[in-house]
């Protein structure tokens, strides 16, 4: 099977996965601005360091979305399914993303509180966002 078609079988390219895929993000951004707020830092007067704490957590999630087959067209199918492949996704995108910010690329550092608090707000504004989806598309 070629990449493409592996790929096609993993993301369903429709306006509905669009949409879904943007309320992922904002949730990912959310959470980033709540951390952001919580330490003291200005969103407004400082936005491009949302962006850079949020970017690590995003590329973890665009590869651990599309392996976990987050958007796949079968994941509209089952609640349950939506629910588990997201909640694996978003462990998948904290331990990229925590890799990330291990490294010279992007602020921040590896910090196990941190990954424990990432995982903890992610799943909680992910899963009953995605179990919502799940149960609107049945």
Do not use: C, K, N
Request: aromatic content about 10%; glycine content about 10%; charged content about 10%.
């Amino acid at each position: 099977m070629s990449t493409a078609a592996s790929l096609r079988t993993r993301v369903d390219a429709s306006p509905r996965t669009l949409a879904i895929a943007f309320g992922d993000i904002a949730l990912v951004f959310l959470f980033v601005s709540i951390g952001e707020l919580q330490h003291g830092y200005d969103l407004l007067a400082q936005p491009g360091r949302v962006v850079g704490t949020a970017l690590p957590f995003l590329i973890g999630w665009a590869i651990a979305s599309v392996l976990a087959g987050v958007y796949a067209p079968r994941i509209y199918r089952s609640l349950r399914s939506g629910v588990v492949r997201t909640a694996l996704a978003w462990i998948g995108a904290v331990v990229v993303g925590q890799a990330l910010r291990s490294t010279a690329t992007f602020h921040g550092d590896f910090a196990v509180t941190f990954m424990f608090v990432s995982l903890g707000v992610g799943l909680m504004l992910l899963v009953p966002w995605r179990a919502a989806v799940g149960y609107l598309s049945r």
